[in-house]
């Protein structure tokens, strides 16, 4: 066995098993897959990237990279109302990760699979002389006709988002090792919501018969309704005295020296991964207890206008927002 492995030899010996015995991937011994079609339901594809330094932290272990690559992935299925299927995945790897590095990094995707009932049906690995850059093509089945679009708010829609935001945008700074000024509990508990997203799966049911809309919220929370509302032809109103706050973030918040300034960070620093999803008013209500009875919150911070544009307020006034999120290149 060589030092570095070569793309062969890291199929053979650490992705194959991933595959499951899969029908579908040919024990990934092909340049393909062959995905059958499932009856009354649409397959759902959808990608993303990440890279050293730009979307984890240098030196994170490589089990939790790989274990984000696919949460983040599985979030942008859940905001769609798709179950989880498979996936393809591309890495791009620096010469220094030979193969205790891509093992701990097979291990992460191994343990996420488990989880999460995936099955990995092909790829690509190359090298590269820059930074680790890793990629997910995921698949998941959703009723046919009943995906979840950014583009069908309504004016008069309520806002709502899952969970609690601002968490990964804190986890961030303390990965960075930049602090901010909390317990260590709760700067452990940050950087966990940082490193391994929680893809919000288990409301896909409940958006794709409530929901008007839905987006995850990896950009910030602000961007993403503002995609939503851009994508709808509409506007939308938010309120940040509303935002759902985690106990480490309010404690944050109690600290900071101006308090509009800091639910701003905290609506526009990405990396949640909660949903935030647009529903008719007469629907809220019943949306919300869904989530409940998921034992996951999910909170009214806002609405949809008819106007175009995205309108900001906090304590009790609109206010001007240079920069809603994360801009990519």
């Known amino acids: 066995m060589s030092a570095t492995p070569d793309e062969f030899e890291w199929i053979a010996r650490v992705l194959r098993p991933l595959a499951r015995n899969a029908?579908?991937?040919?024990?990934?011994?092909?340049?393909?897959?062959?995905?059958?079609?499932?009856?009354?339901?649409?397959?759902?594809?959808?990608?993303?990237?990440?890279?050293?330094?730009?979307?984890?932290v240098a030196g994170d272990p490589p089990e939790l990279v790989a274990r984000k690559l696919l949460r983040v992935n599985l979030s942008d299925l859940a905001a769609k109302g798709a179950e989880p299927y498979g996936y393809f995945l591309a890495v791009a790897w620096p010469a220094r990760f030979g193969w205790g590095e891509r093992e701990a990094f097979a291990r992460g995707l191994e343990a996420d699979q488990a989880h999460y009932a995936l099955k990995?049906?092909?790829?690509?690995?190359?090298?590269?002389?820059?930074?680790?850059?890793?990629?997910?093509?995921?698949?998941?089945?959703?009723?046919?006709?009943?995906?979840?679009?950014?583009?069908?708010?309504?004016?008069?829609?309520?806002?709502?988002?899952?969970?609690?935001?601002?968490?990964?945008?804190?986890?961030?700074?303390?990965?960075?090792?930049?602090?901010?000024?909390?317990?260590?509990?709760?700067?452990?508990w940050l950087v966990e919501r940082y490193r391994l997203p929680q893809p919000r799966l288990s409301v896909r049911n409940a958006l794709s018969?409530?929901?008007?809309?839905?987006?995850?919220?990896?950009?910030?929370?602000?961007?993403?309704?503002?995609?939503?509302?851009?994508?709808?032809?509409?506007?939308?109103?938010?309120?940040?005295?509303?935002?759902?706050?985690?106990?480490?973030?309010?404690r944050w918040l109690a600290r900071a020296s101006d308090a509009v300034a800091a639910r701003v960070a905290l609506a526009t620093g990405g990396d949640d991964y909660e949903i935030v999803c647009t529903a008719p008013a007469e629907?809220?209500?019943e949306l919300a207890a869904a989530c409940r009875a998921l034992d996951l919150p999910l909170t009214e911070v806002g609405e949809v206008t008819p106007e175009p544009g995205l309108h900001v307020l906090a304590g009790g006034r609109e206010i001007e927002v240079s920069r809603t999120g994360w801009r990519h290149g």
């Open 23 to 56: 029908p579908e991937a040919f024990d990934l011994a092909d340049d393909a897959a062959s995905i059958p079609g499932r009856p009354g339901c649409d397959l759902i594809v959808t990608k993303d990237a990440i890279v050293e330094g730009v979307h984890f």
């Open 120 to 188: 990995l049906f092909g790829g690509d690995t190359v090298s590269t002389p820059g930074p680790l850059t890793a990629s997910v093509t995921m698949l998941g089945w959703a009723p046919a006709g009943r995906m979840v679009l950014r583009s069908a708010a309504q004016p008069g829609d309520r806002v709502l988002v899952t969970g609690t935001i601002g968490d990964g945008r804190l986890g961030l700074d303390v990965a960075k090792g930049l602090g901010v000024g909390l317990s260590y509990a709760d700067e452990a």
């Open 209 to 250: 018969s409530l929901a008007h809309a839905a987006a995850d919220v990896s950009d910030g929370l602000l961007a993403d309704v503002g995609h939503i509302a851009e994508a709808s032809g509409a506007g939308a109103r938010i309120d940040l005295d509303r935002l759902p706050l985690s106990g480490p973030a309010s």
């Open 283 to 285: 629907r809220a209500g």
